[in-house]
């Protein structure tokens, strides 16, 4: 089992650029999730899904969007890049509430938006 | 909107000391809370899970407690090493939202 697997690594953007960011799992879970992590913080909820096709808003959604139309895969789509969406991305993945609630993650990403 | 917090935000000890990190939390209508370990650079990595209906979780020398009335939870690291060097983040969950403290970085001197 690779687990949680997030491409790119690290990756640099101009202002107003766009770009996806990839997820994918392989432990058949139902649940997955977009953090973001800036310097020193914690981790904040961008957006989550709770099976392919579903998706939902999670404490900071704006200038991000999702799709699950796989149960594997999850990205998150960056529009018009901006300065403050400089920050460290993870993707997690768990089974539903009452099936065993552990998150897994992945190893992030890095984006820098100059 | 729930708020975590994390109680000290560094600490420093030398090798063979227990110690207790803390977290706290506003909304006390929790799903449960989960303790993790950051590394530099690094993803997380699971520590320890509490469901809101139990009082503690225990795996090795960690020992997680929740007292979910009062919103707190701690994580006691027994007899401490160099290895345990890293950063402890705990996040509870309120139903599919997961909110994170900011951590806990961990110092343990050889």
């Known amino acids: 089992n690779a687990g949680v697997t997030q491409t790119p690594k690290f990756r640099i953007l101009k202002i107003g650029q766009s770009m996806t960011l990839q997820c994918t799992q392989d432990?058949?879970?139902?649940?997955m999730y977009w953090y973001r992590q800036d310097p020193g913080m914690g981790l904040k909820l961008i957006y989550y899904s709770v099976g392919a096709g579903i998706t939902d808003k999670g404490e900071v959604p704006n200038g991000y969007n999702v799709s699950r139309s796989t149960t594997e895969d999850f990205p998150l789509r960056l529009e018009l890049a901006a300065p403050s969406q400089t920050s460290v991305y993870f993707c997690?993945?768990?089974?539903?509430?009452?099936?065993?609630?552990?998150?897994?993650f992945g190893p992030g990403t890095r984006l820098t938006v100059l | 909107k729930q708020e975590v917090t994390q109680i000290p935000a560094a600490l420093s000890v030398p090798e063979g000391e227990n110690l207790v990190l803390n977290c706290s939390f506003t909304d006390s209508a929790i799903y449960n809370l989960q303790w993790f370990r950051q590394d530099p650079g690094k993803g997380l990595t699971s520590l320890l899970l509490i469901q809101s209906s139990q009082r503690e979780q225990t795996s090795g020398r960690l020992n997680a407690s929740l007292d979910k009335s009062s919103g707190r939870s701690t994580l006691y690291i027994a007899a401490s090493q160099p290895g345990d060097s890293a950063t402890y983040l705990c996040a509870v969950n309120n139903f599919n939202k997961f909110y994170f403290g900011s951590g806990t970085k961990l110092n343990v001197k050889p």
């Open positions: 432990m058949n879970h139902n649940y």
């Open positions: 997690a993945s768990s089974y539903p509430p009452g099936s065993g609630d552990e998150q897994f």
